[in-house]
């Protein structure tokens, strides 16, 4: 049971390590930096998309042959994670209803707040 618990918390760190180096090389160019090397670059593309809930990226929406302008980006990318949110808060709140105890203190409830962290 322990070991198990550490490799959870394990693998959070990790995660929320991954999150960091994704947005702190995206800042560090906006503010005028270099980028990263290639090779790097290359894995931090893809640890994007593991850590990311950017939909338009991820599913490629911008290929389905339509067009996408901004707006549409925008709102793919703002409602995407309001919708998982929703969706998650829906099945905590029937776990609670049916088989008793807090909200805020299921598991789905906790990915979310390391998703939307």
Same mark, same amino acid.
């Given at each position: 049971q322990?070991?198990?618990?550490?490799?959870?918390?394990?693998?959070?760190?990790?995660?929320?390590?991954? &999150?960091?180096?994704?947005?702190?090389?995206?800042?560090?160019?906006?503010?005028?930096?270099?980028?990263?090397?290639?090779?790097?670059? &290359?894995?931090?593309?893809?640890?994007?998309?593991?850590?990311?809930?950017?939909?338009v990226?991820?599913?490629?929406?911008?290929?389905?042959?339509?067009?996408?302008?901004?707006?549409?980006?925008?709102?793919?990318?703002?409602?995407?994670?309001?919708?998982?949110?929703?969706?998650?808060?829906?099945?905590?709140?029937?776990?609670?209803?049916f088989?008793?105890?807090?909200?805020?203190?299921?598991?789905?409830?906790?990915?979310?707040?390391?998703?939307?962290?």
């Amino acid at each position: 049971q322990e070991v198990i618990f550490a490799c959870k918390n394990y693998l959070i760190t990790v995660y929320v390590t991954a &999150q960091i180096m994704v947005d702190l090389g995206r800042v560090h160019v906006m503010r005028g930096g270099a980028g990263y090397p290639t090779l790097f670059a &290359q894995l931090v593309g893809v640890l994007e998309i593991l850590t990311s809930l950017n939909l338009v990226e991820v599913v490629h929406l911008d290929c389905l042959g339509t067009r996408l302008d901004f707006m549409d980006m925008l709102l793919a990318t703002t409602l995407f994670p309001l919708a998982v949110a929703v969706l998650v808060l829906l099945g905590e709140w029937a776990r609670v209803c049916f088989w008793s105890g807090h909200l805020a203190r299921g598991k789905g409830f906790k990915i979310l707040l390391i998703f939307i962290f």
